[in-house]
């Protein structure tokens, strides 16, 4: 059974960085996944913040490029996602999410559903 774990999340002032980290247990092979990480503010729909496929190639929506940034170490299983240059609006509970795929497949483009999600770690950017 695979699990997510999400931890990093904090509160921070507008400008500054985070990195949130999600360790995955379960996942024998990471080729077969697409991971990725979205959040939910208050009273908004959950939207999709980048994802990472089998070798590594990252998708972002076009919103976020050039600010966020998602990684993966395939051997400790842990999924990151460095924030930089946060804004007020990127406040939310941001969860990390894995979708089964076949080998060495991009990630689809958002949004697509994860088969396994995380607990969610909050993230309150302050003005």
């Known amino acids: 059974q695979v699990q997510l774990v999400e931890s990093g999340g904090g509160s921070v002032q507008a400008g500054g960085s985070l990195r949130l980290s999600c360790a995955a247990s379960?996942?024998?092979?990471?080729?077969?996944?697409?991971m990725g990480w979205f959040r939910q503010a208050r009273g908004k729909e959950r939207e999709g913040v980048a994802g990472?496929?089998?070798?590594?190639?990252?998708t972002y929506p076009t919103s976020l490029e050039g600010r966020f940034f998602i990684s993966k170490d395939d051997v400790a299983n842990v999924l990151y996602l460095q924030m930089n240059s946060l804004k007020p609006e990127d406040s939310a509970v941001y969860y990390c999410?894995?979708?089964?795929?076949?080998?060495?497949?991009?990630?689809?483009?958002?949004?697509?559903?994860?088969?396994?999600w995380g607990q969610g770690t909050q993230v309150t950017v302050s003005s």
């Open positions: 379960g996942i024998t092979d990471s080729t077969l996944f697409c």
């Open positions: 990472i496929d089998g070798l590594h190639r990252g």
């Open positions: 999410a894995a979708q089964r795929r076949a080998r060495y497949t991009v990630c689809p483009q958002f949004p697509w559903k994860g088969d396994y």
